[in-house]
């Protein structure tokens, strides 16, 4: 410590050593002083770490100053700061993670909750995401012309996932957990605001205060999930859904259709219906095909056989979700949906099976919950 | 910013291909000399070599002091480097445009520069 003089470089080049000697020792044998080995091998990341020293300290400076509230002077540095957290050398859970934390203002502990893992995991995930955009020089720049709209898609990605991952979560009274679904809505607006007429970045933002609308209705008083064919209709926010219909209007003006608008338009149809049985599945079924165009991804498919159970029968729909086999079958609800769908014809103890297998894969509490009560405990 | 991009693949058996495949490699291996002619001429590659292919590679491992030559490479995988080019970019982002245009798989290093350990050392 004494001769690096700057603890935190010190603290991680130790751990460095660490690592690469856990690493090579079972191999290669431990050395006959393992101590002044370790010293040597962290002099030498010490050195690797100090040479880039400014640049990496001017860089996890960005990193960490930045601030939440609205600045417009910083508006600029925080769109860079955005896409340089959201780029796609860095691995998605990186991507989130640092986006919490540098845009967000989150701190380590609230993300580690906020995604059930631990803080020295947490801790360790942003470390190395940091490393790399220093040792890889990912620059701190919006992207311009043609590699826009591929990392526009990046960034809307993250905030989808941190949304879900709030939306999901939402009146389990999981008390540790920050909601992330507010800050992933505030994130899009924020971005919405640096980027401006941004067609799919206003799609996600309709989707978002569509779902939200409803989500007085998707817990109930004992603070269990209520799915939307249960929800009362009545306790969803009209002014929220109308809002979010604004948006995606003033989207769809601008004429550059998207996977978001097309997920805001299917929430919009079902905001829309006063009812679950009076939803125009056929509207929904053509929006899914839309989506399918744009993205072709078997989640997709799973969500528009649900569409499809209401227009063409429950046997028609288990044969598409049936043919997903292959590509779900570790997603929790390929099961789930598998199972309702099996009910809804009378295979009881498939659909248990099902259920079971379902609650084997899911990791979400209030999920879990569901299908536990669904399967009778 | 000094980059190492690896190229996946090598012609190695291509000469056994038939049809619509040899064609294929054939255009690829076209369009992979135009790549570099492209980029040595802007200035952008510094170094590089297309590499023979692993048939040709022998390998000098060292495991607990005892040094042990063999035949093949030692990435012991499906995919085999074929080729590398040293290049000089402003970041990871031009870099990453340049791979995009390679017709098949690179793999993006930064290299670690080591001309300033001297000046360090003293100070």
Redesign the interface.
């Known amino acids: 410590m004494r001769i690096l003089g700057n603890f935190d470089i010190a603290e991680e080049v130790v751990q460095d050593s660490l690592v690469t000697a856990l690493e090579r020792w079972p ?3 431990i050395p006959d002083n393992p101590g002044a080995w370790l010293m040597t091998t962290a002099r030498r990341r010490a ?2 770490l ?2 880039r020293d400014r640049r990496y300290a001017e860089k996890v400076l960005i990193l960490e100053r930045s601030s939440v509230v609205g600045d417009p002077v910083e508006a600029d540095d925080r769109l860079r700061l955005i896409f340089t957290c959201c ?1 796609p ?1 860095l691995p998605q859970e990186a991507q989130v993670a640092l986006t919490l934390r540098a845009v967000a203002g989150f701190t380590t502990q609230e993300i580690a909750a906020a995604f059930l893992v631990s803080e020295p995991a947490m801790a360790q995930r942003i470390v190395r995401a940091k490393r790399k955009i220093v ?5 701190y ?1 919006v ?1 311009e012309g043609a ?1 826009l709209p591929a990392r526009l898609e990046a960034v809307l990605a993250v905030l989808y996932l941190m949304f879900n991952e709030g939306y999901l979560s939402r009146g389990t009274g999981a008390g540790m957990r920050r909601d992330l679904a507010d800050d992933a809505l505030w994130l899009t607006r924020l971005l919405d605001r640096l980027l401006p007429s941004q067609a799919e970045v206003l799609g996600l933002l309709a989707l978002m205060k569509l779902h939200l609308a409803r989500s007085a209705a998707r817990f109930d008083a004992a603070g269990e999930m209520v799915l939307l064919p249960e929800q009362d209709r009545s306790r969803w926010d009209q002014e929220a859904i109308a809002e979010g219909l604004r948006t995606l209007d003033t989207a769809a003006l601008m004429r550059r259709p998207g996977p978001y608008q097309l997920q805001a338009a299917i929430a919009a149809v079902h905001a829309e219906a006063p009812s679950w049985e009076t939803t125009d599945w056929e509207q929904v079924v053509t929006l899914y095909d839309a989506l399918l165009r744009s993205a072709n991804s078997p989640v997709v498919r799973l969500n528009r056989a649900v569409a499809l159970s209401h227009v063409r029968g429950a046997q028609v729909a288990l044969g598409e979700v049936n043919d997903l086999a292959l590509a779900l079958g570790d997603y929790h609800l390929f099961h789930a949906t598998r199972a309702e769908l099996l009910d809804e014809l009378g295979e009881a103890a498939l659909a248990t099976e099902a259920r079971r297998r379902a609650l084997e894969l899911c990791q979400n509490p209030a999920e879990r919950a569901l299908l536990l009560r669904k399967l009778g405990h | 910013m000094k980059y190492v991009l690896l190229f996946g693949g090598t012609m190695e058996g291509a000469d056994q291909l038939e049809g619509a495949a040899k064609e294929q490699t054939m255009a690829d291996y076209e369009k992979s000399g135009q790549w570099f002619e492209k980029y040595s001429k802007s200035g952008k590659i510094v170094g590089g070599h297309e590499l023979q292919g692993p048939s040709t590679a022998t390998t000098v491992s060292r495991r607990n002091g005892k040094v042990t030559v063999t035949d093949g490479p030692f990435i012991e995988s499906k995919e085999v480097i074929g080729g590398y080019a040293e290049i000089e970019v402003a970041d990871l982002d031009e870099a990453l445009a340049m791979a995009k245009e390679w017709p098949g798989t690179v793999e993006i290093r930064p290299v670690v520069d080591h001309s300033q350990d001297q000046e360090r050392a003293r100070s």
């Open positions: 191999d290669q044998g050195i690797d100090l040479r780029h050398a040792a890889a020089n990912i620059p720049r992207p590699e």
